[in-house]
Structures are given as structure tokens and as C-alpha cells.
């Protein structure tokens, strides 16, 4: 399902018209940044790239920033204008998916931190398979929530919801072989635990995705779909074939 963005941009106040497309833009604009932050952050980790990894570090500060300012705008324009209906769940929506944004940043952050740990350490690349593995479903993830609020595509955003339970799958797996491991392996305890932590930060990353797929489908719909399992999330949107 897609909805046109014009549906959110009719008004007699031209102005206000600018105002929405202006933080539409810099939502999509922060995503890039932090899309690229956590590519950035996997790559680092798996290559041994530590320069990388300081540069992915210092990217924090300016999602930090981005993030102040799109609230901030947004705050404004609620004050000025006082929105109602589509309008005000554009600016809502916006304001939450910032957040979720800046949080993804700090994870990919912390991703970075445990890079240059472990390639300090020089330990072995145990549970880097799955680091790779998980990664890739991450950012396909992000990529995929970003266009979809690019398009006002709720369809697009069920899938990336979607995608969150198979992280949350390969993570539980992940987490239970390194367990095993640290419990026949005393001495691979130290980077298994820097593992372990890059995997969490990756499930968090997919947790925020999908919580940027539930407020496009509010921004959309009109409906809150937080709580909702799957198929009626699938039900609330409409998709007719779970497996597109």
C-alpha cells in the first residue's frame, strides 16, 4: 500500500507546506547518515578496521545534533500552526522515528567501540560468521524502513517488520553456540563478550527499524499498530500475500 506524500501537503499556507517537506527531508537526510554509520560500523568490525571504526565513532556527534533540531522544528510547528489529523501524524511520526534514528546511531557506536577492542585483542574471529550474518539483515532493514518512508509505503514497512522476528531468531541461536563456546573455552571469554555485545547492538538496531515501520503505518493509516502481532499488523495495512 502507498499512499502519495501530497495527501500530507494541501494547504491554503504555502509556508506550511515548506515547513513538513523541510523535516520530511531531514528525517530521510539523518537516515542516510546513520544508515552509512552502521554499514560503516559492521565493515569495521569484520575487516579489523579500527581507523574505520573511530570515523563511524565520530558520526555520533552529528546524528546527536540532527536529531535536536528535528524535534525542535517540529515542536515549533505544532506551537505555530497547530496541526490536525494527517498533519499532526506526520510530525509525530517524524519526531519518533528521529528518535529511533539517533538510538541506532549510538548502538552503531558502541558496535565501533567493541571493533577497536577486538582488534586490539587480535583474539580469534569466533562468532564473526554470525556478526556478518545478522549485519546483513540489519541494514537491509534499515535501507528498507527509509525508502519506505521515502515512499509512504506501508507495505514495505510490514516487511521490515517482519524482518525483525528472523533477527530475533538468528540472534537467540547466535548467543546460545558463543555461550557454548565461553563454557569450553575459558580463554576466548574476553572477545566472545565483545561479540556478544555487537550482536545485541545489531538486535537493537533491527528493534528500532521496526519501530520505524510502526509509525510510518500510524503516519498512514491512522491506526497504532505498537502492539500488534504480525498479521494484524498485516491485517491493519492490507497486504494480501505474506510471502512478497
Sequence with gaps: MELNKDNFSTHISQQFNDELEQ??????????IVERQVHDAIEALLTGDAELA???RRVDKQTNEMELM???????????????ASDLRLIVAISKAVNDLERMGDEASRICRHAIE??????????YQEIRHIGNLVRSMVKDVLTAFARNDTEMAYHVAKQDKAVDQEYRTAMRSLMTYMMEDSRAISSCLNVIWVLRSLERIGDHSRNMAEHLIYLVSGTDVRHQSLSEMKQTIGVSDDDQ
Design 70 to 84: 528535528i524535534d525542535e522544528r517540529c515542536t515549533t510547528i505544532i506551537a505555530r500552526r497547530q496541526p490536525a
Design 118 to 127: 577486538l582488534v586490539e585483542e587480535g583474539e580469534s574471529q569466533r562468532g
Design 54 to 56: 573511530e570515523q563511524s
Design 23 to 32: 523535516i520530511r527531508t531531514e528525517l530521510l537526510t539523518m537516515g542516510g
